[in-house]
Every structure is written in C-alpha cells, then in structure tokens.
C-alpha cells in the first residue's frame, strides 16, 4: 500500500471519529519546508509497501495547511509519526505520537527501526 496525502478534512474526519471503519492509519506529519521530512519519505513509503503491513493505512500531512493540528495533538515539530486507530465502538479514536528520538539520525531525524518498534508496540 502506498503513502496517501490526507487533506486537512480528511485528518479531521479521522481524528473525530467520522471514519465509521475498523482501521490502523500511520500518519507521517510534515511541511514542505523540512529537510529531514525530506530525507524520511523514501523510508517512509518503503515501510508502507512492506508485506508486514498490509493491513495499515499510511498517510502523509502537510502541517502547513493547518498549523494548529501541532497544538492539538500535542507535538512539537516535524517529521512526527502517529497512529491512529478508528472506530473503536463507541469511544474517540485511538491517537499515538512517536516520540522524539533519543538520539536523532541527523538526516530523517527517526529510524526506520523507530517507527518499526513503534507500530509494533501500539497495534492491536
């Protein structure tokens, strides 16, 4: 599966809960303006065209067509990697943030291995 751009309606739908289906969305948060955002998109897209996560829907934002989603979801910059889990019954979706790396790759800022562990950790 390849890495689709969510429009600031489409982020919102997901993040309200209005996506009325059982799904895993990684979503890469970035600005056109970021280097390491830059760097991280191959490694990104491989990782969603990986066999181990077919079942994922991955997703890339551009911060600069709502600023305010930052304060929101309470991160600080980019490249942020989320994971968002909807329709989970009755409750709002399921919202993770990777944090930031201990010790940063200088070009993506994350490692591939980073995100890894972090999908790992928070599905199902």
């Not at 309606?9 to 948060?29: M, N």
């Not at 919202?95 to 201990?102: F, M, R, Y």
Request: proline fraction near 5%; hydrophobic fraction near 30%.
């Amino acid at each position: 599966m390849s890495v689709k751009r969510l429009s600031p309606t489409s982020l919102k739908k997901i993040l309200d809960g209005e996506v009325r289906e059982d799904a895993t969305c990684v979503v890469k948060f970035y600005s056109n303006g970021c280097h390491l955002c830059h760097n991280l998109k191959d490694y990104y897209e491989e990782l969603s065209d990986h066999e181990d996560y077919q079942d994922y829907h991955f997703f890339a934002f551009n911060v600069d067509n709502m600023p305010e989603i930052e304060k929101q979801l309470m991160f600080n910059g980019v490249p942020t990697i989320s994971m968002v889990r909807t329709f989970v019954g009755d409750e709002k979706p399921k919202i993770k943030i990777l944090d930031d790396p201990i010790n940063p790759n200088e070009k993506t800022w994350y490692r591939v291995s980073d995100i890894r562990k972090f999908i790992k950790e928070n599905s199902r």
